[in-house]
C-alpha cells in the first residue's frame, strides 16, 4: 500500500460517506447472496452492525496514514470477530462483497486504480484481524 493508493481510499470513501446506509445495506445484501452462512453470525437486527461497519471503515481509512495508530485496534478487531465464529475464509468473502459495494457506490469513480488501491488496503486490514483471531479473547 503506497501513499497514492492511500489517497485514492480516502478520496473514494469521502464519496461513499454520504450514503454510508445504503452502502451498509448493499454490502449486507451482497455479503449473504456471496455466503449465506454467514448471516447466523449476525443478530437478526442489522442495524447496530452496519453502523459498525461503516464507523469502523472511518476510522481505518482514516488512519491509514499513520498505521501504526489503527492496526493495534484493528488486530483486537479480529480477536473477537474470531470469538463470533468467523473463520480464515470468510476474509475472502467479505473483501469480494466490500470491493462490489464500491464498485456500485461510486459507479464510473470505481476505476481500477480505485479497485486495486482498496484491495490493498483491505488486505493489510484483513490480514491484520487475522493474526488477531490467533489471540485469545479477553473477557470483561
Do not use: C
Not at 1 to 30: H, T
Not at 109 to 120: G, H, K, L, R
Amino acid at each position: 500500500m503506497n501513499q497514492n493508493q492511500i489517497q485514492l481510499v480516502q478520496d473514494s470513501f469521502a464519496q461513499v460517506k454520504p450514503i454510508a446506509d445504503i452502502a451498509a445495506d448493499l454490502f449486507y445484501d451482497r455479503l449473504f447472496i456471496l455466503d449465506p452462512g454467514l448471516r447466523p453470525l449476525f443478530k437478526s437486527n442489522l442495524g447496530e452492525q452496519k453502523h459498525n461497519l461503516m464507523t469502523t471503515l472511518s476510522f481505518a481509512v482514516a488512519g491509514l496514514n499513520k498505521p501504526e495508530r489503527i492496526l493495534p485496534a484493528v488486530r483486537q478487531l479480529g480477536t473477537r470477530h474470531g470469538g463470533y465464529g468467523v473463520q480464515a475464509h470468510h476474509y475472502q468473502t467479505v473483501g469480494a462483497a466490500l470491493l462490489w459495494t464500491l464498485a456500485q457506490g461510486l459507479g464510473e469513480q470505481f476505476t481500477p486504480d480505485v479497485e486495486e488501491a482498496w484491495t490493498a488496503v483491505y488486505t493489510l486490514l484483513a490480514q491484520t484481524m487475522q493474526e488477531g483471531t490467533l489471540e485469545p479473547v479477553a473477557f470483561a
